[in-house]
């Protein structure tokens, strides 16, 4: 992609990172925007951004947590991009393509939320977790902790 088209588009790639505990309680974030959408560390990779940048990235970003420790469970998932969201990305771009990545903490930890892209935080039991999350990439990931 040309320079002036990568700070114009989005790139349709991103980060999923969660975030658990040894007792496999699952850290999760409000948005802001919409209230009520509850889901684990996530955030899209930028041009020339390797998964790995992005992960620790974002993980600092919106937890304020640092990146030691964090796991690229090595796998990836393809959703659709809804229509509301198109216009963020070139013509044409139908899909995100999404990395999977885990950190596991020895216990519940405080975080520091971005004020602009999270409202709030909860420490929950993997069960009620995955109830909450509101994409099937982010229950697919949380159910994949009891393999692990």
């Not at 209230?35 to 041009?47: A, E, K, M």
Request: with cysteine; charged share 25%; glycine share 4%.
């Amino acid at each position: 992609m040309t320079s002036d088209a990568a700070s114009r588009y989005k790139r349709p790639e991103s980060v999923l990172v969660v975030v658990y505990t040894s007792a496999l309680e699952c850290l999760l974030l409000e948005r802001t925007v919409p209230r009520g959408f509850w889901q684990s560390v996530t955030g899209s990779l930028r041009w020339g951004e390797t998964p790995a940048e992005c992960a620790a990235r974002e993980l600092r970003e919106e937890t304020g947590l640092a990146a030691t420790g964090l796991v690229d469970a090595h796998v990836e998932r393809a959703f659709p991009i809804l229509p509301e969201w198109q216009a963020r990305y070139a013509p044409g771009t139908t899909s995100n393509r999404e990395h999977r990545w885990y950190l596991e903490l020895a216990e519940r930890v405080p975080v520091q939320l971005n004020p602009r892209e999270h409202a709030a935080y909860e420490w929950l039991p993997l069960p009620e977790a995955t109830a909450r999350v509101a994409s099937w990439t982010n229950r697919e990931a949380l159910e994949a902790l009891l393999e692990r």
